[in-house]
C-alpha cells in the first residue's frame, strides 16, 4: 500500500468528532477538489504492506493501554487522498481491522464502487457540490452500498452548494437511510495564525438560519481540528 502518513489525533468532522482516533491517511487522490486541505497525500508517502500498517496503528493504539480496543470503541480512521483507489489492499486491512476489534471508519469521496467495503465499516461519505469544482462525481450507484451506521456529508463554500445539498437530500430521500448527513461549511485554505469560524468560506450562522427555514434534516458539523491546529499542520 502507499501510505502518506499515520497518527494519532482527535477524529474532526463526523459524529465521531472530538474522540480519539488513529489516521491512515493513504495516498493518491483522482480528483481535485478547490478547498482540499491534503494536497500533501497526492503524492509520495512509502510502501507498507497490510501488516506493517495494522502494526503501527496497533503500536499507537497501545499508548492509550488498549482501554478502547477492550470496549470496542477504538477508532482507526481510513483517509486519504482517497482510500478506494487502494481497493485491492485496502479492503483486506479493514477487514483485519475489524477483526481485531476496532472501529474502523472510512473517508471517501464516494466516486469509487463502495459495495465491497465490509458492512461493520462506518463510510463517511462526501457528495461533492457544484463549487467544489468536482460536482457530478458521486457514484449514484453508492447509495445502495449505505449502512444505517453511515454518515453522508455536504463540505459547502455558498447557496448555490446549500440548494444542490437540500435538493439531493430531498430527491433521494437520505433522512433516516443513515445514521447522520452533515453540512460542514468549507474551510479557507490559507488561514493560519489565529483561527475561528471567520474563516470558513460559508458562515456557520448563514448555514444554520438556511438550514432551520428549509427544515433540512441535516446536522451543521464544524471542522473542529482546523480551529484547534494550524490548518498546514500535518499529523495532527
Ligand atoms: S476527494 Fe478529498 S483528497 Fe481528493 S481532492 Fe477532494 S478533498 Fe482532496
Redesign the pocket.
Known amino acids: 500500500m502507499h501510505i502518506s502518513e499515520i497518527y494519532r489525533s482527535l477524529q474532526g468532522e463526523s459524529t465521531y468528532a472530538g474522540l480519539p482516533c488513529v489516521f491512515v491517511r493513504l495516498t493518491g487522490?483522482?480528483?481535485?477538489?478547490n478547498?482540499?486541505?491534503?494536497?500533501f497525500?497526492?503524492t509520495g508517502g512509502r510502501k507498507m504492506t497490510i501488516e506493517e500498517v495494522a502494526a503501527e496503528v496497533g503500536k499507537l493504539q497501545s499508548a492509550t493501554g488498549n482501554r478502547q480496543l477492550a470496549t470496542g470503541n477504538c477508532l482507526v480512521e481510513i483517509?486519504?487522498?482517497?482510500p478506494m483507489l487502494q481497493e485491492r489492499e485496502v479492503i483486506p486491512l479493514m477487514e483485519l481491522l475489524v477483526v481485531a476489534g476496532y472501529k474502523v471508519l472510512l473517508?471517501?469521496?464516494g466516486?469509487r464502487p463502495l459495495a465491497r467495503v465490509p458492512k461493520e465499516v462506518i463510510k463517511i461519505v462526501?457528495v461533492?457540490c457544484p463549487h467544489?469544482g468536482?460536482a457530478d462525481?458521486f457514484a449514484l450507484d453508492n447509495l445502495a452500498a449505505l449502512e444505517p451506521h453511515d454518515e453522508l456529508k455536504f463540505?459547502l463554500t455558498g447557496r448555490t452548494d446549500f440548494e444542490f445539498a437540500r435538493d439531493f437530500v430531498a430527491q433521494h430521500q437520505l433522512a433516516g437511510r443513515v445514521h447522520a448527513i452533515l453540512f460542514s461549511p468549507a474551510f479557507k485554505k490559507d488561514a493560519t495564525g489565529s483561527r475561528d469560524t471567520s474563516h470558513c468560506l460559508l458562515g456557520p450562522e448563514q448555514l444554520a438560519r438556511w438550514i432551520l427555514a428549509d427544515n433540512v434534516p441535516a446536522r451543521l458539523s464544524l471542522q473542529i481540528h482546523k480551529l484547534i491546529w494550524d490548518p498546514a499542520a500535518k499529523g495532527v
Do not use: I, M, Q
Not at 483517509?79 to 482517497?82: A, F
Open positions: 487522490c483522482n480528483l481535485r477538489c478547498w482540499c486541505d491534503s494536497e497525500s497526492f483517509t486519504g487522498g482517497e473517508e471517501t469521496s466516486e462526501d461533492k467544489s468536482e462525481t463540505v
